[in-house]
């Protein structure tokens, strides 16, 4: 790759991370007619990066979409890397096609959780693109990806809140795992802040937003301990008291009365610009 290609580590500054990211940059090329490859998510903005943890998060531009016999090299490509690579296996890719950037709403060829499907690049996405996005190859952001405007942003995200997290807070039994508790506890918070004013938080900023809510404070320690583990300790937490019946219960109730009545509160209170 050349310079213009390669513009060097960006904030993550992981040793083993800004590896991966060269060796997929290097090699993305092959299987697919790349434009540009840029970084959003934790590891762009740098400071809430969490090496094992956080997501790999990239979006690539192509020349135009995938052909079938493209998207069988592309998967290879993939499980090669994270056969070679245990961080790589994090590593989520959407790739849009320079002809359809325009609508937030088009379904992308994306690969995530080892297969490859389609879904949109949310305007969430694309805010954080334009705001802090690191460009690994090719065109930068601002020449390709149509901008936001804060009313779109607000406007998706109150849809997010009224169509997709309250209607499950219905769901105790989806609130027993893991993984429901920690999406929707921090995405509540940035949600009202963005709401708020129109920025975009950090999953570290969204804790100080939680108290200031009246989250739950066990239920708030909980997703701590997931999200970085006991203090200094440096290590994958473990299972914790997710293995206790009763307490999956009493977090799924303190859960989802947390989030349905917040929601409804941010729901109601919003009035476009």
């Known amino acids: 790759m050349t310079a213009e290609h390669a513009p060097g580590p960006g904030p993550a500054a992981d040793p083993e991370t800004e590896r991966i990211l060269a060796r ?6 092959e299987p697919v007619p790349l ?20 997501d ?11 052909a079938p016999a493209e998207e069988e ?28 950037l325009a609508d937030p709403g088009h379904d992308h060829l994306t690969w995530a959780f080892n297969e490859l499907f389609r879904r949109p690049v949310s305007p969430v996405t694309r805010a954080e693109l334009h705001r802090f996005g690191r460009v690994l190859y090719g065109r930068p952001v601002g020449g390709l990806l149509p901008g936001m405007t804060d009313r779109q942003l607000r406007e998706y995200v109150h849809g997010q809140l009224r169509d997709e ?3 499950r807070c219905a769901d105790e039994e989806l609130f027993r795992q893991d993984t429901w508790v920690d999406y929707a506890m921090l995405a509540l918070p940035r949600a ?3 709401l708020a004013d129109g920025r975009l938080i950090t999953k570290a900023e969204a804790f100080g937003v939680l108290a200031e809510l009246g ?4 239920v708030v320690a909980d997703v701590r301990r997931r999200r970085y583990g006991a203090p200094g300790d440096g290590e994958d937490p473990g299972p914790g008291p997710e293995g ?15 989030l349905r009545s917040r929601a409804e509160t941010l729901i109601a209170a919003y009035h476009p610009g």
């Open 56 to 66: 790999l998060d990239l979006i690539a531009v192509l020349e135009r979409p995938c």
């Open 35 to 54: 434009i540009a490859l840029w970084v959003h998510g934790s590891i762009a903005e740098g400071t809430d990066y969490r090496p094992g943890r956080s």
């Open 215 to 218: 989250a739950p404070a066990e």
């Open 165 to 167: 997290l309250l209607p």
């Open 192 to 194: 009202a802040v963005t």
């Open 244 to 258: 206790d019946a009763p307490w999956l219960t009493r977090r799924a109730r303190l859960t989802t009365d947390f």
């Open 24 to 29: 997929y940059a290097a090699e993305l090329p």
């Open 73 to 100: 090299r592309l998967a290879g490509l993939h499980r090669r890397l994270a056969g070679d690579e245990p961080l790589a296996a994090r590593l989520h890719c959407s790739f849009m096609s320079a002809t359809e």
